[in-house]
C-alpha cells in the first residue's frame, strides 16, 4: 500500500467526476453504474437541485447539536418521509449509516419491552443469509457467516431463521423445507417469545443474499405470526427503502406496516451520509409516555446538512414521478435478465423487484450446481463487468459467493438500460469457461444436494 489513505484494494481507480448514471475516472475511463455503488444512488449522480439545497443549507448552517437546537431540513424531512410511509409510522430520527439506524431499532425494541414491562424481551431475531451492518449489535443480528467469522463470540448468539431462498429451497410443494414465513412460527415458539423483542428482515435480500426475493404474502404472514407472538418487526429498508423496489417502501407491496422500518443509502442517493428510523405511533407513545426514551442519537443525528440533501433527493423524486420510472424500467430489466439467462446457461434465477435485481451462477442448470468457492465468480464477473466499463455489486451467499445484484440508479433511461444489458451480455460471453461450466463432466458427478444447501 502506497497510501496514507487505508485501502486494502489500491486497485481502485481513482473517481474524478459523476453525472447521471455515469462515473468517470482521473484517467477519462466511463463506468455506467449498474448498481448505485452499494445499491444507494437512486436519482443519479450530480443533480443540481440537489447540490443546490445542500449548497444553500451549508451556507446558513452544516451542523448544530440535537439538543441544543432543532432545524428546518430535519423536521421537514421527517413530516415528508413520514407523508410517504405506510400506517402510522409517523416519527423519524436521523442517524449516519444503515448499520445506526438497524442498531437505533434494535435498542427501540428493547426499551420499548422494557417501558412495557416486559424486561425479559430482548433479543432480536433475523435470517441466515441476511446484513444489517457492521457495527457489533447490527452484525449480531446479522446472518452473514463471512462477516461475523472476525468477531466470533463477541457478538450475541441471536437465532436465525431460514431465508426465503425459493431457487434451492422451495417454498411450498413436495419438497418445501420450511422457508416460508411458517418457519418463524416454530422459531419463536422454540426460541421462546418472553426473550424476543423483535424480528429484523430485509423485504428484499441484498448483498447477503444476491436479491432473494420472497413471494407476496410473505412478509403478511411474518406480521400475523409476529403479533400473534407479542413480537415487534423491524423491517431493514436500508437497500429497498425510498422507491428501489418500486414502492417508497418494500413492505407496502404486502401492505404491511412494520413497527420500525430502518433506512440508509438510497435516502440521500448518496449525496452525504444519512440512516434513519421511522416509527409507528405506539413505539413511541411507550418510549416517550414513561418519561425515559429510548438511548437516541449520536453527535451527528438529524445534521441539517444531510438532511437538507435528503429533502431534495425526496422532493426530486416526488416532482419526477420516478416510482412510475422504476416499475418501467424495472420491467425491462427483468425482460432483458431473463433473455440473458436464457442466452447464457450459466446463469440462473434471476430475481428482484422494481430496480433491484440478482442472479446466480451455476455449472449444471439441470442440478443448479453452483461453481467451486475457489472460482470466485461473484469477484471475477465484477472485474469482467469492470473492464467492460459497467458496475455491479458481488453477493454473498456464504460460501457459494456466486450472485451478483444489479441495482441501476432509479432514474436510469430505457437507452440506458439497453447499454447496461448489452455490457451485461458482453461480459457474460465466455464466462462459463471462467466458472467451469458444465466442468462435473469432465470431471465427474458433483451435484449440489439438498443436504450440502442446508448447511449454508
Ligand atoms: C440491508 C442492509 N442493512 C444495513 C446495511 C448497513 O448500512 P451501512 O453500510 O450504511 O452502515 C446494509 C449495507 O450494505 C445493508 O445492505
Redesign the pocket.
Known amino acids: 500500500m502506497d497510501t496514507a489513505l487505508l485501502m486494502p484494494d489500491s486497485s481502485a481507480p481513482t473517481v474524478d467526476r459523476a453525472e447521471g448514471v455515469y462515473i468517470f475516472d482521473n484517467v477519462g475511463r466511463r463506468y455506467l453504474d449498474g448498481c448505485g455503488g ?2 444507494t444512488v437512486s436519482i443519479g449522480h450530480g443533480v443540481g437541485e440537489v447540490i443546490e439545497a445542500m449548497h444553500a443549507q451549508a451556507a446558513k448552517v452544516s451542523f448544530v447539536y440535537r439538543t441544543q437546537f432543532t432545524n428546518e431540513p430535519a423536521k421537514a424531512l421527517a413530516s415528508e418521509l413520514t407523508a410517504v410511509a405506510p400506517g402510522d409510522l409517523n416519527h423519524a430520527f436521523f442517524v449516519n ?6 442498531e437505533l431499532a434494535m435498542r427501540v425494541a428493547i426499551q420499548y419491552w422494557r417501558a412495557r414491562g416486559r424486561p425479559t424481551k430482548t433479543r432480536i431475531l433475523g435470517r441466515k443469509l441476511s ?5 457489533m449489535g ?1 452484525l449480531t443480528m446479522s446472518g452473514h457467516e463471512a462477516r461475523r467469522a472476525d468477531y466470533g463470540d463477541l457478538l450475541q448468539d441471536f437465532a436465525l431463521a431460514a431465508p426465503p431462498y425459493d431457487f434451492r429451497f422451495p417454498v411450498s410443494g413436495p419438497d418445501a423445507e420450511g422457508f416460508g414465513a411458517g418457519v418463524w412460527d416454530r422459531v419463536l415458539r422454540e426460541e421462546g417469545a418472553d426473550s424476543i423483542a423483535a424480528v429484523i428482515v ?1 423485504p428484499i435480500v ?2 447477503a443474499g444476491g436479491a432473494l426475493t420472497p413471494p407476496i404474502g410473505y412478509l403478511a404472514a411474518l406480521r400475523e405470526i409476529c403479533d400473534r407472538h407479542q413480537v415487534l418487526l423491524i423491517t ?1 429498508e ?2 429497498t427503502g425510498l422507491g428501489r423496489t418500486g414502492r417508497w417502501f418494500a413492505c407496502e407491496h404486502d401492505e404491511v406496516v412494520p413497527d420500525l422500518i ?1 433506512c ?2 438510497g435516502l440521500t442517493s448518496g449525496y452525504t ?1 444519512l ?1 434513519a428510523v421511522l416509527f409507528r405511533n405506539h413505539i413511541v407513545e411507550a418510549l416517550f409516555g414513561v418519561g425515559h426514551g429510548a438511548p437516541f442519537g449520536h453527535t451527528f443525528s438529524n445534521n441539517p446538512l444531510s438532511c437538507s440533501a435528503a429533502l431534495a433527493v425526496l422532493r426530486f423524486m416526488k416532482r419526477n414521478a420516478i416510482l412510475g420510472n422504476v416499475a418501467a424500467r424495472g420491467e425491462q430489466l427483468r425482460v432483458g435478465l431473463a433473455g440473458l439467462a436464457r442466452r447464457f446457461p450459466w446463469i440462473a434465477d434471476p430475481r428482484g423487484r422494481g430496480l433491484l435485481w440478482g442472479f446466480e451462477f451455476v455449472t449444471d442448470p439441470d442440478r443448479r450446481t453452483p461453481p467451486t468457492a475457489e472460482r470466485a465468480a461473484n469477484l471475477r464477473f465484477v472485474e469482467r463487468c469492470f473492464e467492460n466499463g459497467l458496475l455491479v455489486y458481488p453477493c454473498g451467499i456464504a460460501p457459494l459467493n456466486n450472485a451478483v445484484i444489479v441495482s441501476p440508479p432509479l432514474t436510469i433511461s430505457e437507452l440506458e438500460v439497453d447499454d447496461l444489458l448489452e455490457r451485461l451480455a458482453g461480459s457474460l460471453e465466455g464466462f462459463g469457461a471462467v466458472i467451469d461450466f458444465q466442468g462435473w463432466k469432465r470431471a465427474g458427478p458433483a451435484p449440489f444436494t439438498a443436504g450440502a444447501a442446508k448447511r449454508l
Open positions: 452499494a445499491m449509516s444503515g448499520s445506526e439506524a438497524t446484513y444489517h451492518g457492521m457495527t447490527a430485509e441484498g448483498a431493514d436500508v437497500v430502518a440508509g443509502k451520509p440512516g
